[in-house]
Structure formats: structure tokens, C-alpha cells
């Protein structure tokens, strides 16, 4: 056989590189080696990389070439690259949370999401760059550094997924995972021009997922359109028995999506002009293919942020406190017992994580706890009876991602309402355990990336994902890549 | 002025699942530290609980048996504090919603006369593990105890003695243990009992200032605490003092309660739903199967023995003692022995035994079969009695099954010519034996019947040559 000529183009999704893959137009290894010279020199430019498994990588893809060879491929993901986010277990290399207090920990344990992954033939290359614990949108309290937009190195690439978005925005052949507890794959996928698909609460196992804030938290796909999204999430979803809240999946006839609600609280005041007219545009070209777009608000919309304040924290208070230096976590040497757990968790913990784990300690303790954490739950009932309601008039809701573009590295950090501003329209999707799709939708008068987000019923994932599939076939946003670090 | 003592419980008892209450490793006390541990006990980051059914079918049978009301709907929360043995830093408990309402436990008064102490709830827990603080300065921490499944059982309060306290966790203990709910082993630290003690002056409606003692773990500690926190209770208040709500310690040695941290200074769980367990769903169904697989309580065993078997009740109360002791005197039943002799054999050999040999009825080598065939030949007087019991002490002692011994043992024999051969020989030989029986001297009886069984060579059926000897006695 002769080699094949060339790798595919840099901007290459999944589902093209398998077809390159299946007509032996390069093989699984020559793609992983490509692979693994983008993360080892843009990748970590731009700090989106932590770690790399070159070893174990190019030897998974051998393994793939042997069976595409023998004919019994694993399925459509059979050799093609992938990352986890440092927050998802992995059997390679470290799964630290980008915490210093969970600094160098091995799991030694695959995430079920990533078992499943690697049984079908895809290949781990990499661990990706986040915040803290998930904990923030920039990417700035990760103990691994600043990760860089690609679209604009000044600026951040949203978080708390920014290392695996930022992947996804910057090439092609290869999906990402990461996890979204109030908007983390979403706003990082607008940020850095990729698509990025946060299931159904319980679609996918959070076996392996270090906890954020566990009625939140899913483990989601980033890559370069809706199809590689699609194709991901059949591969991680349904019931795992290391999960108790895991999904059991009905088979799911995808009836197509043929009326689309514009939610009216997206194209407010406090939304950037520019992102509300290509929102709204994209509203008009799913029009002109016959797609009925309505406009609905959405009620209590307007709380849903403090809401999901109180809940995550609430549930971070608690999910961290195993991070005591005791069993898991740094330990710092004491004298006392008191001063270990004061010492070990003040050093290991970076501010923004100490920040929320004190505010939601707060909002559970005696005298307090009535005020908010049970009142935030109320409310959040409010807000996924609200978003049902406007969902049986609907099949799917359209608003952008983030209410602002990319914004320069440190402009936010030190003020974390502001920095809390960046989850307004996307918490609400996780307070309702609804499916949310983020898809690039344009570029604004600075070249920076525009997203907006398909949200649909608890359940209707493939059928919001058909939707994006479609609409990227009409249009080429998606298939934009910034200059600069060539493949 | 009198005082009247006023005692609430919580009772904790580990459930005796094969695994641990949210996750597959093995519970078992005695192991190995840490040895039984794995990333869901152990608290891993990525690692999520997921609840043992088997924990939760054995909580809704002490339910039943305790007369609660299950909820059909119960949840789980996390009680969140730091604590080198908590490696999550929480422990998942029933909090707010627990899967039992209700119930009571009935336990005899001092004087004799049952009495009713009525339940506030019971919920489903985790253990924590151990710590253990050596006298060089330093704690080690063993996690195989990590995760194990706990019911705990929270009465009312009601006015009662030290003694009568004991009696409550120990009726609660005869419960749990006849149900196979728990080994209730307080040596074994799977029974441990918290107890809330306040005092008021006899007559009075409203309840004292209580004080809390926690981890009582035997039954003199229960009902000494009672006592002496009581008296040092009255104490204060006759000098004109105020009891504080506090937790208190009590140490076992030196007979007194210290004061360990006040109300003000209890700590803040900061209770919430735990985001990893759904909602636990206990359907009508699954309380029927749990209660048809009951077993027999003791008040309708004892009513079966001594009303429809015409046991007499002293007999009775020690085939009740254990639940296995009743089964086992079942099972010999069923094998064809009649309630009398089953009842016979069991308490004249099976319990001496068990009591020569200090075993537990499960570790008992004999089975029912086995000794209802041996005891069947007896009663068909192949064998004499002695023999059957010689039987059963050889079958324990070499190992030998009692049928296989039984069938290499000779049958006795009582055929009446041969009988009275042997009879006549020995009467020949001893007249002056049977001048003395016939003055009146009965005992000699058992020497001549020695003497025939001697000269028999342990053949004859000594029965039956009894009654030829008083024949040929009183006849001549």
C-alpha cells in the first residue's frame, strides 16, 4: 500500500478525518502524530495543555490501524484523538483538578465517560487546562497558568473548560472533553469559536467527574461542529452502575426541531449589541429554512443567577471538604489537628475556590440556611417549571452564550461579580437539567468569536443536536480557525 | 421532694449486608486495616456513592418489625463536619426525610410488667472509621468500618431506670438479631446507643434540661450512665443549680459524666439533600416481600409451642432463647421426631453440648436429621437410650456422621427368651440381692440390671430387662 499523501486539513472534523481513516487516506498513527505536534507546540503555547501521553497514544493508534486493517474497526471514533480536562479521572497521568491541593494525583482510574470512550477506539493524547475545581470563566485560577484565546492571545478563552475549548477553536480532527456546572463548556466553546454540548443532568455518568457542584455537573463535548458532539455523546451516554443518578436511556426516534423560541431576556440591555444582532440573525437564516422562530421570555430568568450562586456553592462547600489534607490533598505539617485542616486547605486552595467554598458554607449554616440555600431551591423549582412551560410551546430556545465578547486576561479576575456576569444565560440550563448546545454564530467588528445556545427539553438531546447539525449545514461559522500555529 | 429520671434513646446498629452501604466493599469487623476500603468508602475525588439494596431491604424488615410507618418516599443527606475518620467530610444520613416513621419497643420494667417505650423515627446511615490514638502522640486511621450501613433508631423520651434503659437497647438487641438484621454485637461495637437523660420532680408534666451521653457501648454503661447522670442531675438541682443541654462523656472506670461541649458549642451540620443519591422509593411490594420472609416473631412461637405442641412453658423459654435454637427444634420435627422428644433431645444433649463445648448453635457439628435418626432408633428400642446418647457424643467427638456409627452399632437386644436366660443366670447367682429387693431395698434393682447388661455384653435392651427382672421379682 502506498503512503497516503497527506494529513487532512487542519480544520478537519471528526467525522471527516474517520472518512479519511476509512478510505486509508492516512492512518490512525500519522494522524496522532500530527496530533500530538499541534498540543505539544500550540497547545501549550497557549497553556491549553497540561500534560500529553505520546507513548501510550501512538501505541492505542497502532492498535487502531491493526484493526481497521483486520476490518473490525470499533466504531466512528475508532483512532481518532482525544483530550480530557484535568478535572475528569484518567488512568494516564494526573487528574488534579488544576488544584494545588490535589497537586500530582493519580487516579489510576478512567472516568466511566472516558472508558467508554477509549473501548470504542478513541485515543487519549492529553490532559486539558482549567479552572480550579471548574471554578471560574476565564481560566485564570487554574495552578497550571493562564490559558490564551486563540482568536486573540491577550484575552481569555472562557472556563472553565478554556484548555479544552480552546483546543477545539484551534483544530480540527479531534473532540475534547470537558464538564459544565453553570455555562463551562458553552461560554469557553462562544469564547474560542467551537461547538460545545452540555447534555441532560444524568445523561452521561459523573463517575469520574471531581465534583463541583453535583446537581449541576455534567461532563460535556467540545469539538468542531454538532455532528463530532453527536457522535461523542452516543459513545458516553446512558446508564453506568457507579452512577446512582445515571440515566436510563429510551431509544429516541429524532423527530427534527421545527419551532424555535428567541428567549426575549437574551437580547436585553446587558447584552453586547453586536452578539445580540448575530444571534438574531441566526435566528433569521433558521427562518428562511422553514424553522418557526417565536419569541417567549423566559420567567425568573433574572434570579436564576443568584440561584445557582447559592446551589453551587452550597454543594462545592461540601464536595470539597475531602480535600483535607488528611486523606486526599497536600498536607501541610501541623501541630495540632485544627491547624492541618486550617493550613492545608488555606495553602492548597486558590482564592476563587476559597471564595465559594466560604459563601457556601455560609448559605448552609444555622440561622442562614432557611434565607438562601432553601429559598435558592424554591426558586430553582420556579425556574424548571418556567422553562418546561415555555418548552410545550416550543422545541428548542435561542440566546446567546455570553453576554459580552472575550474579554482581555486579568480584566475580570479580581472582581467576581463581574466575573460571575459571564454565567447569566447559561446557569439556566443546569438549574433545569436541560440540554444545552453552543454553536459559533460569527465574529464581531474585532474578529472575536460570537456563540449562541440551542436549549431543549430534559431528554431531547440528539434532537437539538440534529438541530445544530443542520444549521451548520446551511452555514460556515464553525468552520473558521485563527491564524497562526499550522498543523 | 422525689424525682422522676426520664431517658430517650438513639440506638445505632450496623446492618449485617455483605457489603458496605454505597459501595461494594466487603463489611466485615476484624480485618486487616484498611483493608476493606475502595475510591466510593474512601472518598476519591470522582467517586460516587450508590446505594446497597440489600442494606435497605434489611432496614424495612426492623421497620416492620419495630411496627414504624415506611415511608414511601425517604432521602439521603449529608451531615457535613471535619473529622480525620470522615474522609469525605461528611457522613450520608437520613436527615430530613428519613424512611421510617414511628414504631415502639417493648421491654420489661424493672418489676416484671412489660412495658412501651414508643420510637420518634428510624433512618438509614453510614459509619465512620476509626481512629486510634497510640500513646506516642500519634493517630492512626482505619477505614475497613468506613461506610458501613447503620439504622438509626431515635425514641421518645420516657420516664425509667437506668436498668430499664439497658432493657430497651437489649429488647431492641433480641429484635434485630431474631430478624437478621444485625450481629447487635455491642463487644463488636455494632450496637452503640447515645442516651438523653433529664430528671423532673415526680408528678410534673413538663421535661427537664436533658444532657446527652453518646457512644454507650455495653449495657452496664447504659444503665450506670442513667444512674449516676441522674443523681448528679437531682444533685445540682436540690443545691438550686440550672442543668445546661449539653453532650456529656461517660467514662466507664470511674462511674462519672464530664462535661464535653455545650448546646451553644454543638456543632453546625449544615444538613443538605445529598446531589449523588436519588430519592429512595420503598413500593407497598417491596414491605410485603420483606414481611413474608419474616421470621416467626417470638410471641407467636411461643403461643405455637406451648399451646398447639403442649410444650410446657419453662421448657419452652429455652427453645426460645435464640431464634436458631427454634429452628433447629423445627427442623427436628420435621425430620419425624414428636414435639416431646424433640424438645427432650434438644434441651438434654443438643444445649448440654453447646454449653460443654462453647459453641454457637451455627458451629454445632450435629444436624437435626442426624439426631432425630438416632433418636428414632431409640424409640423403635433398637438402641437404649444411653447408647443414643453415646452416639451423638462420639459423632462430636471423632467426626463420624451419627447414622454411620448408628449403622455399625449392634441392635439391642429384646427378644423375651433370651432376655430371660440372662435374667434367670443373674438371679441365680445373687439370691441375697433379691432377698434385700423383695425387703424392700429398690435400688439394688439397678445393680442386677447391671449385672445382666455385663453379662449380655451391653446387648440386652436394658427396658425391657427391667421389666422381666421386676416380673421374675415380684412373681417368686
Given amino acids: ?487 | 421532694m422525689t424525682w422522676q429520671t426520664v431517658v430517650g434513646l438513639e440506638i445505632h446498629a450496623q446492618m449485617s449486608t455483605e457489603t458496605k452501604m454505597f459501595c461494594a466493599c466487603v463489611r466485615e469487623t476484624g480485618a486487616e486495616a484498611n483493608h476493606n476500603i475502595c475510591p466510593v468508602c474512601t472518598g476519591w475525588p470522582g467517586a460516587l456513592p450508590v446505594l446497597n439494596a440489600e442494606a435497605v431491604r434489611r432496614a424495612i424488615r426492623a421497620a416492620i418489625s419495630l411496627g414504624c410507618q415506611i415511608q414511601p418516599e425517604s432521602r439521603f443527606d449529608r451531615k457535613n463536619y471535619f473529622y480525620p475518620d470522615l474522609p469525605k467530610g461528611y457522613q450520608i444520613s437520613q436527615f430530613y426525610r428519613p424512611y421510617a416513621l414511628g414504631g415502639e419497643i417493648h421491654f420489661p420494667r424493672e418489676d416484671g410488667t412489660d412495658a412501651v417505650l414508643p420510637l420518634v423515627r428510624i433512618h438509614m446511615e453510614e459509619d465512620a472509621g476509626k481512629s486510634i490514638h497510640a500513646d506516642d502522640q500519634t493517630s492512626r486511621i482505619d477505614l475497613n468500618r468506613c461506610s458501613s450501613p447503620l439504622l438509626e433508631i431515635v425514641t421518645e423520651p420516657l420516664p425509667m431506670s437506668g436498668v430499664e434503659a439497658a432493657n430497651c437497647v437489649r429488647s431492641t438487641r433480641e429484635i434485630l438479631r431474631w430478624i437478621g438484621v444485625s450481629d447487635a454485637d455491642m463487644e463488636k461495637g455494632n450496637l452503640r446507643a447515645d442516651v438523653n437523660v433529664s430528671v423532673r420532680p415526680t408528678g410534673s408534666d413538663p421535661l427537664g434540661t436533658r444532657t446527652e451521653l453518646k457512644n454507650l457501648n455495653s449495657f452496664v454503661s447504659i444503665q450506670r450512665s442513667v444512674e449516676v447522670e441522674s443523681a448528679r442531675q437531682i444533685q445540682v438541682l436540690e443545691a438550686g443549680g440550672v442543668i445546661r443541654q449539653e453532650t456529656r462523656l461517660w467514662h466507664q472506670e470511674d462511674e462519672v459524666t464530664e462535661e464535653m461541649r455545650g448546646k451553644e458549642d454543638s456543632p453546625d451540620y449544615r444538613y443538605f439533600p445529598d446531589p449523588d443519591l436519588p430519592v429512595v422509593i420503598i413500593e407497598l411490594t417491596d414491605i410485603e416481600r420483606e414481611r413474608s420472609s419474616l421470621p416467626e416473631t417470638p410471641a407467636s412461637r411461643r403461643v405455637r409451642l406451648v399451646e398447639q405442641l403442649q410444650i410446657a412453658p419453662r421448657e419452652a423459654e429455652s427453645i426460645l432463647a435464640r431464634r436458631e435454637f427454634g429452628d433447629f427444634f423445627d427442623a427436628m420435627m420435621a425430620a419425624g421426631l414428636s414435639a416431646a422428644s424433640a424438645s427432650n433431645w434438644f434441651r438434654g444433649e443438643v444445649l448440654r453440648h453447646l454449653n460443654e463445648l462453647e459453641l454457637n448453635l451455627d458451629d454445632y457439628p450435629l444436624t437435626a436429621e442426624s439426631i432425630a435418626a438416632v433418636v428414632k432408633s431409640v424409640e423403635e428400642d433398637r438402641i437404649s437410650v444411653a447408647k443414643g446418647r453415646e452416639i451423638l457424643q462420639q459423632s462430636i467427638a471423632d467426626g463420624r456422621s451419627p447414622t454411620e456409627i448408628l449403622a455399625g452399632t449392634s441392635e439391642q437386644v429384646s427378644d423375651e427368651s433370651t432376655l430371660m436366660a440372662w435374667v434367670q443366670g443373674v438371679l441365680e447367682s445373687h439370691p441375697d440381692v433379691v432377698d434385700k429387693i423383695r425387703a424392700g431395698d429398690a435400688r439394688l434393682m439397678g445393680f442386677l440390671t447391671g449385672q445382666v447388661m455385663q453379662a449380655s455384653k451391653g446387648a440386652a435392651n436394658p427396658r425391657k430387662v427391667q421389666q422381666i427382672l421386676q416380673r421374675l421379682i415380684q412373681q417368686s
Fill in chain 1, 1 to 487: 500500500m502506498s503512503s497516503p499523501p497527506s494529513l487532512p486539513p487542519r480544520d478537519a472534523t471528526v467525522g471527516e478525518v474517520t472518512r479519511w481513516l476509512g478510505e486509508h487516506r492516512c492512518s490512525a498513527r500519522q494522524l496522532i502524530d500530527g496530533y500530538l505536534d499541534f498540543l505539544e507546540h500550540l497547545g501549550r503555547e497557549i497553556g491549553a495543555v497540561v500534560e500529553t501521553f505520546p507513548e501510550q497514544a501512538r501505541a492505542a493508534a497502532d492498535q487502531s490501524d491493526q484493526r481497521r486493517a483486520a476490518g473490525e474497526i470499533l466504531g466512528p471514533l475508532d483512532g481518532i484523538p482525544f483530550t480530557a480536562k484535568m478535572n475528569i479521572t484518567t488512568e494516564q497521568g494526573t487528574s488534579d483538578a488544576s488544584s494545588s491541593i490535589l497537586k500530582g494525583f493519580r487516579a489510576h482510574e478512567d472516568a466511566t465517560a472516558v472508558r467508554r470512550l477509549r473501548a470504542a477506539g478513541a485515543v487519549l493524547t492529553g490532559k486539558s487546562n482549567c479552572d480550579e475545581f471548574a471554578m471560574g470563566a476565564s481560566n485564570e485560577t487554574s495552578c497550571h497558568g493562564v490559558v490564551s484565546n486563540p482568536w486573540d492571545r491577550s484575552r481569555v478563552p472562557g472556563g472553565s473548560s478554556g484548555g479544552a475549548a480552546a483546543l477545539a477553536g484551534s483544530h480540527g480532527w479531534a473532540f475534547h472533553l470537558g464538564s459544565d456546572t453553570g455555562g463551562s463548556i458553552r461560554q469557553p466553546a462562544a469564547f474560542c469559536s467551537a461547538t460545545g454540548f452540555k447534555p441532560t443532568w444524568g445523561r452521561v455518568s459523573r463517575r469520574g467527574l471531581i465534583a463541583f457542584g453535583s446537581s449541576l455537573d455534567q461532563i460535556c463535548p467540545v469539538a468542531r461542529d454538532s455532528e463530532d458532539c453527536r457522535q461523542v455523546l452516543q459513545v458516553m451516554e446512558g446508564h453506568d452502575p457507579l452512577d446512582a443518578t445515571s440515566l436510563t436511556l429510551d431509544d429516541e426516534t429524532v423527530q427534527p426541531i421545527s419551532r424555535v423560541a428567541l428567549v426575549s431576556e437574551g437580547f436585553g440591555p446587558a447584552i453586547d449589541e453586536q452578539i445580540a444582532t448575530a444571534v438574531q440573525a441566526a435566528a433569521g437564516q433558521m427562518a428562511d429554512q422553514g424553522i418557526e422562530i417565536i419569541e417567549r421570555s423566559l420567567p425568573h430568568i433574572e434570579a436564576a443567577n443568584a440561584c445557582y450562586q447559592v446551589i453551587a456553592t452550597a454543594e462545592a462547600s461540601s464536595n470539597l471538604a475531602r480535600y483535607d489534607g488528611v486523606h486526599v490533598g497536600a498536607r501541610e505539617s501541623s501541630k495540632d489537628l485544627q491547624s492541618l485542616y486550617e493550613t492545608s486547605r488555606h495553602r492548597g486552595f486558590g482564592s476563587e475556590v476559597r471564595r465559594r467554598i466560604l459563601l457556601g458554607t455560609f448559605v448552609l449554616s444555622a440561622g442562614y440556611r432557611e434565607a438562601y440555600y432553601t429559598r435558592a431551591q424554591a426558586v430553582r423549582d420556579l425556574i424548571r417549571e418556567g422553562i418546561d412551560q415555555v418548552l410545550e410551546e416550543c422545541d428548542a430556545l435561542l440566546l446567546p452564550v455570553s453576554p459580552f465578547a472575550p474579554f482581555p486576561i486579568g480584566e475580570r479576575i479580581d472582581d467576581p461579580i463581574a466575573l460571575y456576569a459571564c454565567d447569566i444565560l447559561t446557569v439556566i440550563a443546569n438549574l433545569a437539567g436541560v440540554p444545552a448546545l453552543a454553536l459559533p454564530c460569527g465574529f464581531d467588528a474585532s474578529g472575536l468569536p460570537i456563540g449562541m445556545q440551542l436549549m431543549g427539553a430534559r431528554g431531547s438531546d440528539h434532537r437539538l443536536l440534529e438541530l445544530g447539525s443542520r444549521w451548520q449545514q446551511w452555514t460556515d461559522h464553525h468552520r473558521a480557525l485563527p491564524d497562526g500555529g499550522a498543523a
